[in-house]
């Protein structure tokens, strides 16, 4: 069972709907969980950080986090032709220590005009 | 956040030759790390670099192939020695800003290319 586990898609949306990106993890102790965006050729972007259950809103980004299922989530509002990328999620501490980000593969959205 | 400067930005390289590969940051961090990203994979950690101290190597990764250099908080090297074609990949330096939270950010990469 890989650590991360993320659906490869691509997730095709239309502009302005909710793209709703998931990411399951393995590791029961795991602390910290982010959000990365990475645009085709570049390096990977931080755009969320969230460490408790429950919901974190940041602009037309919500994390959504649910330790007790192994879950989190990412929900683009409003989304926009520019949010078409790979979004990586990654998940720290437990028996990965602190500091030691495990990546999933990514999810790509594509957001069509 | 902070300017991560990585060089060069890509290389082709003849197999059997080695690369370093500099991260220089605008601030001083108290952790750096190396990440390869496969051609259609995810980031995988090759090794920790810490200043005054030996790097620490992931599982799979080995000092002979990927010595790592720290010699002060703001810059790091990474060498990929006596290069293969499967070594093709983008390598990636990232720091720990905010030590409290784990957030790491990413420096531009580095694009290899082994023939």
């Known amino acids: 069972q890989k650590e991360v586990e993320q659906n490869s898609g691509p997730l095709s949306v239309p502009e302005g709907a909710i793209a709703s990106l998931n990411c399951t993890y393995s590791?029961?102790?795991?602390?910290?969980f982010f959000w990365y965006r990475q645009y085709s050729g570049k390096s990977p972007e931080l755009i969320m950080s969230?460490?408790?259950?429950g919901d974190k809103e940041d602009g037309r980004f919500t994390a959504q986090l649910n330790k007790a299922s192994q879950y989190v989530s990412l929900l683009i509002r409003d989304s926009q032709p520019s949010d078409s990328a790979t979004y990586l999620c990654a998940v720290s501490g437990g028996n990965t220590g602190f500091q030691k980000l495990v990546f999933g593969t990514g999810t790509r959205l594509l957001v069509s005009p | 956040s902070a300017v991560i400067s990585q060089k060069p930005s890509r290389d082709i390289c003849q197999r059997g030759t080695s690369l370093t590969i500099q991260c220089q940051v605008d601030?001083?961090?108290?952790?750096m790390f190396w990440y390869r990203q496969q051609p259609g994979q995810s980031l995988t950690l090759i090794a920790t670099a810490n200043q005054g101290s030996e790097a620490t190597y992931e599982s799979g990764f080995v000092i002979d192939k990927f010595p790592i250099s720290r010699p002060n908080l703001t810059f790091s090297t990474l060498t990929v020695s006596n290069m293969s074609p499967e070594d093709s990949s983008i390598y990636l330096c990232?720091?720990?800003?905010?030590?409290?939270?784990?957030?790491?950010?990413f420096g531009s990469g580095t694009q290899l290319s082994v023939l």
């Open positions: 990232s720091v720990d800003i905010f030590r409290a939270r784990e957030k790491l950010f």
């Open positions: 601030s001083q961090v108290t952790m």
């Open positions: 969230i460490y408790s259950n």
């Open positions: 590791d029961r102790g795991s602390q910290s």
